[in-house]
């Protein structure tokens, strides 16, 4: 194998391990995202569309000329048929060509894949980030309406207790003015207690009076009765 067939074979055995470290479960498309991201890829992605065009174009060159000679060594040979010598190394750079064909064409198709498969991770790693920021969006909302509903709720308790509380007060005014209504009551039935007392005083007063003088009148016609006797 020549020198240059060597390094598409090889370039083949790396495509084949990269295509493997993307399909096995080794990173998440997050990592592979950051890795992408990288300042050395970073650099090279300013003109890795030149790159892949020229690599890919250069390929395709080593494929027209494995299908080329392919074609050279599949038409028969009358110098093979009569010499086996020439036959063997007809059939050998046959084999050749067809060998340098399989691999540019299986090289081809792996440098589309991997360009694929970078395109596709990134894509799931960008959505995998949107999907982690609208998730976070939601439980901040989610919070923040929850916080808002417990406020409302906060409120609208402390409204019923100030409503509470402001019937409680008128409430308790109207005690206070009920109260205030029997303690006048109160006070007038004592001071008509009071009145009915010192009248009651006054009249026993009187009738203790009356009784003396009657006692005193009796007493004078007592005697005056005893005089005329005499």
Known sequence: ???VWTLIATFLYIEVAIVLLFVLPIASPSRWQRFFKSR???MINRQAQIYFYLLFGVLVLFLLE???EMRKY???????????NVGMQHSMRLFRAQRNFYITGFS????LVIRRLVMLISTQATLLAQSEASMR????ASTAARTLLSQQKAKETEDEKS???AEAQKLIGELKNKLKELNTELERERKDKEAM??????????????TEEYSKLERKLTIGDSRKDD
Do not use: G, T, W
């Open 163 to 165: 409503e509470e509380a």
């Open 137 to 140: 969006q939601a439980q901040s």
């Open 74 to 84: 599949s038409q028969a040979d009358a110098n093979a048929e009569a010499h086996p």
């Open 66 to 68: 494995a299908i080329r």
């Open 197 to 210: 007392k010192s009248q009651s005083e006054s009249l026993n007063k009187e009738y203790d009076r009356l």
């Open 108 to 111: 081809i198709f792996l440098i």
């Open 1 to 3: 194998m020549s020198l």
């Open 40 to 42: 050395f890829l970073e």
